[in-house]
């Protein structure tokens, strides 16, 4: 990056950084000054101004000279607005772009045995008559060796255009746009810090300046800690500025973490301090991340969840409510306006969609039930966990000649129904409630925003949309205490739920999946049971009269999906996988657990027989829906790590997940024709994106990302149990692998500890006997190696 530059070079084009603008500029004279040794003037032409008057800078001023461009394009591309042009990249395309090239700079060259050290530089300039060399050398080397953690417009043209379609922009044009990127991203953002040109030295011809010699500047790749520290900064200087915009993705990802620890999220070790004073509310340690940390102390909050409490309301991404019981709320007031508004819909529309449905005149009912299929005639079931509040999904059988469909006796007579609840007002661009799109595209921002519910948070869950929303797009239900056989608690009998249906013929002599489709369709009010409680109806352990007909559309459906499911597993791998993890985390789940767990997981995973009808239902609308898209040669809308090589499910929790509303969508517009047009492929991986995205900034403390690790009381509580079974003998003891990262649990005990001596990798559910070298439950840690 050393450059010479003679009179007869000029002029040159460079990037001029002023008043916190890019600016172009042609260089056409040098000018000396009166002290020996300092960097001579630069007499410029700022090529966006227009009346082309010379104006004198400061080396300094000059970020990077462009080297090898032609001249001519450069006034006639910059003329016009680079702003317009920048917007026509998809939306997020410079942030990623951005955020790639940093990602290929950060870190780069900091070893200490690679380039100088300010010790070897002080050594190099002792003697010398150059009194700007120290001070070149200590800038030169925080690039790192060769440079590398130096960038310039030029390379950041390139990672903008890299995976963009070509354009008929000039190359010039595009170098103009990698400079107000850079800028751009330093104004925002924290990636990258200007680093200007760095005088060298000068040749003088009678008085006046014949040549310069420079290190041509860019923008220098800060460390992580930097980054997240500046970005922290920018965000509390905008919060004060203007509520709810967010103009970074760094900004997305910070409110998302305040929003975690204001929802009391749990640190993952306590600092000795907090223990001994019992502190209700300590103040977060280091495990919280440092970019949440350091906004708060940057508006004067305290770090903990009262402190991101306030920073969100003054934000304006929380609101104070008005009730009593409730203090604030998650959302902001125009989303939680926006929810009042849809609920308040949604209870007209359910009451004339349920008049619709009773009307005698079903020549005139497609019409008025908004082009549905009456399934309210028959009955459905929907199994969930008890403390669900909001369900979405529910289980029901048809008989498959009342269809008109071709009925194979041998095979069955009857098409498994599995129910999603229907979301496409909020995620469709065309629906039947064109005069509330302005409500409905917040609550769909709302849920692209958060990407996912998250329900493991000390002071409740936060959800994918506000509550209220989310309560007018679930399943209205009538349930059933299953304590005291059958009776009715809550709930009507008599309504409509919207849903997005698929059927399903099952050959039963073999499990074969022989015909399926989707439906838009009206279903009636469905009973809900607990998954103890539909598993407790199989098994003839709830005497319910009021349930006889739930335990015999149970009992078809289980019959069916079983059937399905090894089908599925014998043909596909990714099933059998699947089936093996599901089958591993049950059998460490046992050992780790005791019997009294929540039906949800929260302490620990289960698999009883209501589990898996649910299972194998959700699998096998997931699998139809991607199978029927694809059918269709239309693209499916999936997030990271839920691709068919997982068996991963499709559009089966989209009161959960912001990417099953969007499969929905696509669901809908390719095999039902509603909703507007499909989506392409480019639309789908944006999607795709966003969502992943969304649901990565959740994670706020880091030890949060080591999935599997048991809760340190019952760790040392296990740990205890093993060091008294032991007493000083050293015998083997079995264990199973967890299928992480070589993890075992110890069986009987339920301690975990990572197996030392394996050679590749143990599969999930292996049985092993494990040699015990140390135990010790004061600090939860256990050592073990692999004897056979």
């Not at 000018?31 to 009346?51: D, F, H, Q, R, V």
């Not at 292996?766 to 040699?771: E, F, G």
Request: a positive charge; aromatic letters at 4%.
């Amino acid at each position: 990056r050393l450059l010479t530059i003679s009179v007869s070079d000029l002029p040159v084009v460079a990037e001029v950084y002023s008043h916190g603008k890019c600016e172009l500029c042609r260089i056409i004279a040098f000018e000396a000054t009166s002290k020996p040794g300092m960097s001579p003037l630069i007499l410029t032409e700022i090529i966006s101004n227009e009346n082309k008057s010379p104006t004198i800078i400061d080396l300094g001023q000059i970020t990077t000279i462009w080297e090898n461009v032609d001249l001519k394009c450069i006034g006639s591309c910059w003329n016009e607005s680079v702003e317009e042009e920048m917007n026509t990249f998809p939306v997020q395309h410079c942030e990623r772009a951005m955020q790639r090239l940093y990602n290929a700079h950060v870190g780069k060259s900091r070893s200490p045995t690679s380039g100088l050290t300010k010790k070897q530089i002080s050594r190099i300039v002792q003697g010398s008559q150059d009194a700007n060399m120290e001070d070149v050398l200590r800038k030169v080397i925080k690039a790192g060796s060769g440079m590398m953690r130096l960038v310039d417009s030029k390379v950041a043209m390139d990672y903008l255009y890299e995976d963009y379609p070509k354009t008929d922009i000039d190359k010039a044009r595009r170098h103009v746009l990698g400079a107000t990127a850079l800028t751009n991203d330093a104004q925002l953002g924290g990636r990258f810090k200007r680093m200007p040109c760095m005088y060298v030295s000068s040749e003088d011809n009678d008085g006046t300046v014949a040549s310069l010699t420079l290190v041509n500047g860019g923008w220098l790749t800060v460390d992580q800690s930097v980054k997240a520290g500046t970005e922290a900064r920018k965000f509390a200087e905008r919060s004060e500025k203007s509520k709810v915009q967010l103009l970074t993705v760094a900004d997305e990802r910070i409110a998302h973490r305040l929003e975690c620890l204001a929802m009391g999220e749990v640190f993952s070790w306590e600092s000795p301090k907090d223990r001994i004073t019992g502190r209700d509310e300590p103040e977060a340690n280091d495990d919280l991340e440092l970019d949440a940390r350091e906004a708060l102390k940057a508006m004067n909050l305290p770090v903990s969840p009262s402190g991101a409490q306030t920073a969100l309301v003054r934000l304006g991404r929380w609101s104070e409510a008005s009730s009593d019981r409730v203090k604030l709320e998650p959302w902001t007031e125009s989303v939680l306006e926006a929810s009042r508004s849809y609920k308040r819909m949604d209870q007209k529309r359910r009451t004339r969609l349920l008049r619709e449905t009773q009307e005698l005149d079903k020549e005139k009912a497609p019409k008025h039930m908004e082009g549905r299929v009456d399934l309210t005639g028959l009955p459905c079931i929907c199994v969930d966990a008890k403390r669900t509040s909001f369900p979405d999904d529910a289980i029901g059988v048809r008989p498959r000649s009342s269809t008109g469909r071709k009925v194979i006796k041998d095979a069955s007579k009857w098409e498994i129904l599995v129910h999603i609840t229907d979301v496409s007002d909020i995620y469709s661009p065309e629906t039947l409630l064109e005069n509330m799109a302005d409500d409905l595209l917040l609550l769909q921002d709302a849920a692209a925003s958060r990407g996912a519910s998250r329900y493991d948070l000390p002071l409740g869950p936060l959800h994918l949309m506000p509550p209220i929303a989310l309560e007018a797009l679930a399943l209205q239900t009538t349930k059933f205490d299953e304590t005291r056989k059958g009776r009715q608690l809550n709930g009507s009998k008599k309504g409509v739920n919207r849903c997005v249906t698929l059927w399903a013929y099952i050959d039963e002599r073999n499990g074969r999946l022989i015909d399926a489709g989707i439906e838009r369709t009206l279903i009636s009010i469905p009973i809900s049971l607990s998954f103890s409680g539909a598993s407790s109806l199989l098994g003839d352990n709830l005497d319910a009269p009021e349930l006889k007909q739930a335990k015999a559309i149970l009992a078809v459906a289980e019959r069916n999906l079983n059937l399905w499911s090894a089908h599925r597993q014998d043909k596909s791998e990714a099933a059998r996988k699947r089936e093996d993890r599901l089958s591993a985390r049950e059998m460490v789940a046992q050992e780790q657990g005791g019997r009294n767990r929540w039906d949800d997981g929260r302490n620990g995973f289960q698999r009883t027989r209501g589990h898996r009808i649910v299972d194998a239902a959700l699998d096998l609308y997931g699998y139809a829906v991607t199978f029927l898209l694809r059918r269709a040669r239309a693209p499916v809308p999936r997030s990271s790590g839920s691709g068919a090589s997982r068996g991963g499910r499709v559009g089966t929790a989209p009161l959960r997940r912001y990417i099953d509303g969007i499969a929905q969508r696509q669901a809908l517009a390719v095999l039902c024709g509603y909703g507007g047009d499909s989506l392409t492929k480019s639309e789908c991986m944006a999607a795709s994106t966003r969502a992943t995205e969304a649901i990565n900034t959740l994670s706020n403390i880091r030890a949060t990302k080591k999935k599997g690790v048991m809760d340190k009381d019952k760790q040392r509580e296990a740990l205890w149990s093993l060091k008294t079974h032991l007493a000083g003998r050293n015998q083997p003891v079995p264990a199973i692998s967890t299928g992480r990262e070589n993890e075992v649990v110890i069986s009987g005990i339920g301690a975990t500890a990572k197996c030392k001596g394996v050679k590749g990798t143990l599969k999930p559910g292996d049985r092993v006997m494990v040699k015990i070298e140390k135990v010790d439950p004061e600090r939860g840690s256990l050592s073990v190696v692999l004897i056979e």
